[in-house]
């Protein structure tokens, strides 16, 4: 009975600190949102946009804004910054979930091939203009999307021939990878200076020119998967021990690792399509926060989405600022501060927390 009280305490007490962590995450997410809406090359007050946003939110109120900054704020700024704490949610749990199933630290949505084939599928648009459907910008949007969930499919397609498992899936996924950005770069090199320099500067990774539309979109993919994705925590905590004790415990690992790919996929297209390429979200937010948290699955996931979202949108606000009125590409920008980040943990981790 004592022994059973002391973990029941131990157990409680763990709990309580990953809620704090996920309060402390959550209310940071919310005050540096705030901060990059104030913050950009056009200068307005804290009362200019407090006044903008609940002027728009809550028009029965009578607050009055001017059209300079309701234009500035819901126009320039906030669209991207929602897409912003988007994209940095989506990717982090895709990479977080694709861990898990595969064992692996370094796995992402960019090491699996997601990345680099929705970058020859928006290089197909712009340097030959050919697609599925649309033109212009969605012919881009689209074709990205459509070439990064294909890659799912046949890193699934090769792996079945030798048995779903952790390694075919990553091994088949890295072949597909190094294919499509050998295929990327044929088009950069047949194609023009326009469109090399347009093909280069979405392989970046940016923000600019995020559109409400592109946010509905990316937002609802990505609310719709994540609770099939939060379903299959406690699969996640079983398989990090291994796929026999997953199985022995009645796990199917091998639909919930083709599943849970399937899943991150979609998410993953459905920002990156939007957005471009934008690097090692996936790998570490789940790190940092399995690092404080530990590794269950749970509480990984849900972290992961809110710090993933909060690093993203500090690099964003970062580039949009730091030699203003330039604005440097978010995905250059995270990579010099995920990069120190991630060594960081390489050279600090316990054995323990790599699941």
């Given at each position: 009975?004592a022994c ?10 763990l709990?309580?600190?990953k809620l704090t ?6 209310a940071g ?13 056009a200068?307005?007050?804290?009362k ?5 946003i609940?002027?728009?939110?809550f ?9 300079i ?14 897409m912003?704490?988007i ?5 982090a749990v ?10 692996n630290?370094l796995?992402?949505p ?13 290089s197909i ?6 697609g ?7 012919l881009?949007?689209?074709n ?50 326009e469109?090399?320099s347009?093909v280069?500067h979405?392989?970046f ?5 995020t559109?409400?539309?592109?946010v509905?979109?990316?937002?609802f ?5 994540l609770p099939?994705?939060?379903k ?21 690992t091998?639909q ?20 471009g390429?934008?690097?090692f ?7 940092i926060?399995?690092?404080?948290i ?19 949108l500090?690099?964003d606000?970062?580039g ?13 920008i995270?990579s010099?501060?995920g ?5 960081f ?6 054995k323990?927390?790599w699941?």
């Amino acid at each position: 009975m004592a022994c059973n009280k002391e973990a029941e305490e131990i157990y409680s007490k763990l709990t309580a600190g990953k809620l704090t962590f996920i309060f402390i995450t959550l209310a940071g997410l919310v005050a540096m949102a705030f901060i990059a809406v104030y913050l950009g090359a056009a200068s307005l007050s804290m009362k200019e946009v407090f006044d903008t946003i609940v002027a728009k939110v809550f028009p029965f109120m009578g607050v009055e804004s001017s059209e300079i900054a309701t234009a500035i704020v819901w126009k320039a700024r906030l669209p991207r910054i929602v897409m912003g704490i988007i994209a940095g949610a989506g990717l982090a749990v895709a990479g977080a979930a694709m861990q898990g199933t595969m064992r692996n630290p370094l796995v992402s949505p960019y090491t699996i091939g997601i990345s680099s084939a929705a970058a020859f599928g928006a290089s197909i648009a712009i340097v030959l203009g050919a697609g599925l459907v649309g033109s212009g910008r969605y012919l881009v949007i689209l074709n990205a999307f459509f070439f990064g969930v294909l890659t799912a499919f046949l890193v699934y397609g090769i792996a079945r021939i030798r048995g779903v498992t952790a390694e075919t899936l990553i091994l088949a996924g890295i072949a597909l990878m190094f294919l499509f950005s050998g295929l990327t770069s044929f088009l950069q090199y047949v194609a023009t200076e326009e469109e090399l320099s347009v093909v280069v500067h979405w392989m970046f990774g940016s923000l600019s020119g995020t559109r409400w539309e592109d946010v509905y979109v990316a937002g609802f993919i990505f609310l719709f998967c994540l609770p099939f994705l939060m379903k299959y925590s406690w699969d996640f905590n079983a398989m990090t021990l291994g796929d026999e004790i997953a199985t022995s415990s009645g796990v199917n690992t091998t639909q919930v690792r083709v599943l849970s790919l399937m899943l991150a996929t979609f998410i993953t297209a459905g920002i990156i399509c939007f957005t471009g390429i934008i690097a090692f979200v996936g790998i570490v937010a789940p790190h940092i926060v399995r690092f404080i948290i530990g590794g269950d699955y749970r509480f990984l996931l849900p972290c992961s989405c809110l710090l993933g979202a909060l690093l993203l949108l500090v690099a964003d606000t970062i580039g949009r600022t730091i030699v203003a009125p330039i604005i440097i590409p978010v995905g250059i920008i995270f990579s010099f501060i995920g990069v120190p980040f991630f060594l960081f943990l390489v050279m600090t981790k316990r054995k323990e927390y790599w699941g």
